[in-house]
């Protein structure tokens, strides 16, 4: 897991806002002729296969500037991304296998239901933004809140997957009388057109009074793609996590929608439809690139000759960066003793010359 932080600024030397490069995160290209006008974070996942992480800054010519302000690069827990998911297309649903191998761009993370939740509150320092601006339906439908226990199970959801405050919050559709409500709950999240996307639906049955009498339906870009969901049936016990993934493409208007609907197993005087949290991830293309059609080579020759030299200083800087970042957050992990695994990354690099060569980067221009 990468995040890259940006914020741009302006000093004596140097509009940051001015800067227009390319970032390359080991074969992906992250970013293609990149322009940042404001604090932004950008977060990936790719699989690693060798004992290190290159993260590279390309400016797009000669005269033009490339930064970063900060580097996160987290050992991502085990459970984070499956290896297969549920590929719906044409109308139809099949098996989807060899995620784990794709590169995954973050684009939304959102809490359903619930309030804003902070790295702070989140065991691999994750954001979950409210749901209020993708929600496009509120008739009959309600927001809850949930104060007790959330019961994670062994080969289940974890908390490293999706933390409490996500699960303790939803948004649901219930029947208050004989008569089961004809209503949808509709997300809509813009995304770019040309990649499929992993869509992540969290589930927790925070609502119900009793198992078995939750059922309801899932679509994803107006395609059915689970029928008759029963939660009962998965976590066998109210309040137990559980995720749902599910490869898609983008539509023409460059969007992805989620509806659940009512299904018709339905039951008067219950909940008939639930979402707890939604994550939207783009996955990469054939040129291995999250922004366009540009290839990790075709980058790098942006880089004009006989000026190799600045593009290595700028590798070396962002490797010590990279290597502070792992350290802090380490002693981080071992003051709050977290349970997820943490893999520091290797350095022949003394502690004085690391602090020397950050401190003389941090005025840099690149």
Known sequence: MVR???????????DLREARFHVLVDNYVALSNFTVSDTLVKEYLVWVSQNKLVITIVPTQKGKLGFVN?????SAPKDLIPDTATLVRDGETQKFEGLIKQGLETVHRVNVGGPKVTPFNDSVWRTWIPDDGFFKSSDLSSKVHFSGRINYQVGGASREVCPDFVYNSARVIA??????????????FRVTGGH?????????????LSL???????????????????LSSIAYELASPYYADFVVDSDNLGAVSVVIGRSNLSMAYAVDGILNGVEIMKM??????????????????NWPRGNSGGLITLVVVLCLLLLSVSMLMRRKIVRVKDSFSWT?????VSEVNLKVGIQSSLGGKF
């Open 284 to 301: 990469n293309n054939s040129m291995a690139s999250f922004d366009g059609k540009m290839c990790r080579g075709m980058a790098l020759k």
């Open 175 to 188: 029947s208050k009388s004989s008569s089961i409500p004809e209503a949808n709950m509709n997300w809509v």
């Open 196 to 208: 499929r996307y992993l869509v992540r639906l969290h589930f927790c049955d925070i609502a119900s």
């Open 212 to 230: 078995g009498s939750l059922y309801f339906n899932v679509y994803i870009n107006e395609q059915l793609a689970s029928k008759d969901v029963d």
């Open 4 to 14: 890259l932080h940006f914020d741009p600024f302006v000093s004596s030397n140097s």
């Open 344 to 348: 520091k990354l290797p350095t022949e």
């Open 70 to 74: 900060a580097i996160e690069v987290l």
